[in-house]
Nanobody
């Protein structure tokens, strides 16, 4: 069992920045991939950014050049730096950890609201 605790959400004006944190209860060396997803009201949950244990990153086209995912092994934490935020980035952001092809965990979510 891996527990994920997100923090760093909040309200910001368009063009602003936020940094989300996801603290894992397990050593993230043992996690194959970690990522951030988001879900806006009435929409499906979509991948925003992910990073594998090899350091390979993947971003949704809508956030490329604005968001950056990184990890701190010493703190077992993954970050999502969000710059140049837009109102359409408003959503609940969820941290995800994939241990195997059949085992994954989710955080409780953190709200990000971007006003125009």
């Amino acid at each position: 069992q891996v527990q994920l605790v997100e923090s760093g959400g909040g309200s910001v004006q368009a063009g602003g920045s936020l940094r989300l944190s996801c603290a894992a209860s397990a050593n993230i060396f043992s996690i194959n991939a970690m990522g951030w997803y988001r879900q806006a009201p009435g929409k499906q949950r979509d991948l925003v950014a992910a990073i594998t244990s090899f350091g390979i990153t993947n971003y949704a086209d809508s956030v490329k050049g604005r968001f950056g995912i990184s990890r701190d092994y010493a703190k077992n934490t993954v970050y999502l730096q969000m710059n140049s935020l837009k109102p359409e980035d408003t959503a609940v952001y969820y941290c995800n950890a994939v241990l195997t092809s059949t085992t994954a965990y989710w955080g409780q979510g953190t709200q990000v609201t971007v006003s125009s």
